[in-house]
Structures are given as structure tokens and as C-alpha cells.
């Protein structure tokens, strides 16, 4: 009970938050949106230059602790792809419906949620895992996103793989990381900055999680949950249990240090984040199965967490 007190629930009371002044119409739709844009397109993407700038490479890249959370997170894609197709949904709903179950909230819940539980010394594992989090998740659910609405129109391969590689670079998110992997080997090389521009950098990485989570409370309360409950179930199943799960068992197998379980299993329990919901809204499919899907397993992530943080040392 201690763990949700004082770990989960003040993440999940600054996303309330954002959900109150939305609904009493204290803070208009679009402001909610500009605050998102903020956090999303500027203050997020400076957060993840900082943190992978300053990421040690060598120690940090844990190959089994990656192999873990991404066995289970393409494992919820392929429940979530698969059930979808069983539900009767179309092969492009399958893929966003998969992509639901794929993509995790791993920065703005499961760092500030880590962080809270374990310290800010024990997020090397959840950076490594943000690292390559939106690059590889995004160009595998566009590609193959791309290659199942490329059927049938006799477009090459070729085409078809660079539109997907063009969308996933425009992505704020991977320039965000792509530039600090930059930084990174340029500070391997012996470049030294002055303190004044971490200083700027620290100031807006900051400002991210606070503004992201408000914002992201704010949007949920457009999203009301209707319609297509069994899709919405198999999703919530997928992210909030499967993948945890998946990634905790290989865990074992792995033999997991202490540090990199409890990185690679809280963020792997953490909701679909906005972005799964932008991924739909980007092809027009399965648009309210991913809104809803946000809010629903939003809210009861607040039990799953729990119990990952009672079981967790």
C-alpha cells in the first residue's frame, strides 16, 4: 500500500490533474494541446538528448535486459495483431491495434515512476531502454504498417521501406535521440562543453515530465471509452499483463541483475501512451480503440503497477 502512496500516486495525481481543469473547462482544448506540443515536439525530445548524451554506452546497453522487454513487448504485438484479425477487424486495424499493445508509456510513466521507487541511480537501465524505444518501435510498426497497406499497389520494396524510414526521422521523439547519440560520441571524443549549456539543456529537460503528464491528463478526458470492449480488453491484457510478464520470465532466464529487472518490468508494465493513439490517427484506423484503450489502461495500470512494485525488491 506504502508503494502506492508514495510512488504511483503522485505520477498519477499530476495526470489527474490535467484530467480535472480539462473537464471543468479551466483549461481550453486547445491550450491542453499546446502544452502536449511543448512537452512532445521541444522539452521531451531535450530530456531524452540529455539523458542519451549522457548514457555510458558500454555499461548501460544491457543485450539480455533488451532482449527481455522487447521479446515481450513484439509478443504483445502479435497477440494484439493476431486477436484483432480473430475479432473480424481489417489487416490495417490489426496492425494499429497491435501497435497499442507494442508501445508503452516508458518516459512519462514508467521514469517518473522508477525514479519515485528506486532513486534517480536506478534509471540507467529505463534510459537504455528509451533509447532505442521509439526508433525501433516506430520503424517496425511503420514498416509493417506500410507493407500491409501497400498490397496490392505494386510499389517495390524500396518504396515502400524509405516512406517508412522518412516517417520515423521526422519523429521528434527519435531526433531527440539520434542528437544525443551524437553528443555522446562527441563527448567520448574529448569535446567539452561549457556548463552553461547543460545548464540550458537541464532547465528544459526538467520542464518535460510535469507538462507531458498534465497534458496527457488533460487529453484522456477527451477519450471516452465506448464501443469495441473486446478489443480494448485483448489490448489491456497484452500491455498491462503480457508484457510484463514475458519480460520478467526471461528475466529469470537471463539471470537479470537486481537493477535491470526492476527497469525492464515496471517499464514494461506501464500503459500505451499517446503515442499509440497518434500511430492511429496517423492512418485513420482503430482511432477509438486506441483513445480508449489510453484512458482504460491508464486507469488500471495504477493496480498493475502496485502489485510489480510489491512483488519487485
Known sequence: MSALFDVVLPVFLVLGFGYVVAWRKLFGDSAVDG???????????????????????????????????????????????????????????????????????????????????????????????????????????????????????????????????????????????VCGLV???ALQAG?????????GVGMMAKAALPTALFALGGILYRYKPEGDSRAIILCCFASLILHPLVTFGLGHIF???????????????????VNAYLFASIYGVAKRVAASTVLVATALSILTISGWLMLLP
Open 35 to 177: 502544452v502536449m506540443r511543448f512537452a512532445q515536439n521541444f522539452a521531451v525530445p531535450v530530456l531524452l538528448f540529455q539523458s542519451v548524451a549522457k548514457l555510458d554506452l558500454s555499461a548501460d546497453f544491457n543485450i539480455p535486459m533488451l532482449a527481455a522487454f522487447y521479446a515481450g513487448a513484439f509478443a504483445a504485438f502479435g497477440l494484439g495483431a493476431f486477436g484483432a484479425r480473430r475479432l473480424g477487424r481489417p489487416p490495417e486495424d490489426a496492425v494499429a491495434i497491435g501497435f497499442i499493445c507494442l508501445f508503452s508509456n516508458s518516459l512519462l510513466l514508467g521514469v517518473p515512476i522508477t525514479e519515485r521507487a528506486y532513486g534517480p541511480d536506478a534509471l540507467a537501465g529505463n534510459w537504455a531502454i528509451i533509447s532505442i524505444h521509439s526508433p525501433l518501435l516506430y520503424t517496425f510498426g511503420i514498416t509493417v504498417m506500410e507493407f500491409t497497406r501497400a498490397r496490392g499497389q505494386n510499389l517495390s520494396v524500396g518504396r515502400v521501406a524509405l516512406r517508412a524510414l522518412t516517417g520515423v526521422l521526422r519523429t521528434p521523439l527519435v531526433i531527440g535521440i
Open 183 to 185: 553528443m555522446n560520441i
Open 191 to 199: 569535446l567539452v562543453l561549457p556548463g552553461g549549456f547543460w545548464d
Open 255 to 273: 539471470a537479470l541483475d537486481l537493477a535491470a529487472t526492476r527497469s525492464s518490468v515496471l517499464t514494461a508494465s506501464m500503459a500505451p501512451g
